[in-house]
């Protein structure tokens, strides 16, 4: 895969409310408009500092994981097919010890792209430890990614109210934070990116972790996320079926039956909290597919298909002219 370096360059307050600047920061752009590139979410920030593993025996099938991410970045990769003016931020999971950037990240973004979507794979700071920090630093790279993407919607020929989040398990998890909650402070604004709204206009769910509560939880999630000696007031808090309201966007839920590693109760909750409060709501249960399927590229079974089920979930959102 060919990756060409196009870096965001962290423009002040002052220079970015100038038209005629807007209008040079995109022709900045347009060399690189139709490759895949990766892009610094924050200001002044370089990228390729990350460190990387590969589970992938096979050099022609990667399947590469970060373990270490010091410099947070999305991964643009732009449709391949006739644009269909929508964006999907992917959120990888690996229950914060990995970020799968194959099965969960550029291989979901390739699938969409020929279905028209502009696709922008996450590279966050993973929640480690419990720790506050470590815990609102994930949450803000999902927010500027967001907001990163709204800002550059004419940048890319996406619509501003077509912009959404797909979490896959542990990912999931912060997918659903940025649709409950996305106008939490979880970091100062740094430019005038950060005026932007972060909220997703739909939101996927892949096989998620969502709920903190025992015996539906994933055990490491939610250690990694809140630490190991968690409280009830936390987890009821924080459980993201209990944080559900009316102006979270309409959700796409897609679980296997057989998951050994997150319960179909944290798909079936939320889609219980979601109908309550009055929101679009669409689950998929599969049979087979246990955790972390992907794509589904070595099983011809009937979960292989989410990703048709979801593009034309996601079209109908569109109100037509």
């Known amino acids: 895969m060919n990756v060409y370096h196009c870096f965001y360059s962290g423009f002040g307050a002052r220079e970015m409310k100038s038209s005629f600047l807007s209008a040079l920061i995109f022709l900045f752009y347009l060399p690189c408009a139709f490759a895949n590139k990766e892009i610094p979410i924050w200001p002044h920030e ?115 109210d077509q912009i959404g989040v797909m979490g896959f398990s542990a990912g999931a998890y912060l997918a659903a934070n940025v649709s409950n909650d996305p106008d939490a402070t979880n970091y100062p604004p740094r430019d005038d990116v950060d005026q932007v709204s972060a909220r997703p206009d739909f939101a996927a769910l892949i096989y998620p972790v969502l709920s903190l509560q025992d015996g539906v939880t994933h055990n490491g999630t939610r250690a990694a996320m809140f630490g190991k000696d968690i409280s009830t007031d936390i987890k009821q808090r924080f459980s993201q079926e209990d944080r559900v309201t009316a102006h979270t966007p309409p959700t796409f839920l897609v679980q296997a039956l057989n998951d050994g590693t997150a319960s179909p109760q944290n798909a079936l909750r939320m889609f219980e909290a979601l109908r309550k409060n009055k929101v679009a709501v669409e689950l998929h249960l599969f049979q087979q597919g246990g955790h972390g399927f992907g794509i589904v590229k070595k099983q011809n079974i009937p979960a292989k298909n989410w990703p048709t089920l979801f593009s034309d979930w996601q079209s109908s959102l569109v109100k037509q002219p």
């Not at 990240?105 to 506050?132: H, I, N, Q, T, W």
């Open 46 to 160: 370089v990228s390729g500092n990350n460190t990387f593993i590969n589970f992938s025996k096979n050099p022609a099938d990667n399947n590469r994981a970060v373990t270490k991410v010091d410099s947070p970045e999305i991964i643009y990769v732009p449709p391949a097919g006739k644009n269909n003016h929508s964006a999907v931020l992917i959120i990888p999971g690996g229950g914060f010890s990995y970020i799968m950037q194959d099965l969960e990240g550029l291989d979901v973004a390739k699938v969409l792209s020929k279905k028209g979507y502009s696709s922008f794979v996450l590279l966050y700071r993973m929640p480690r430890g419990g720790s506050d920090v470590n815990r609102n630093n994930a949450f803000a790279d999902v927010q500027r990614a967001m907001r990163l993407i709204r800002a550059g919607a004419a940048q890319y020929r996406i619509a501003p």
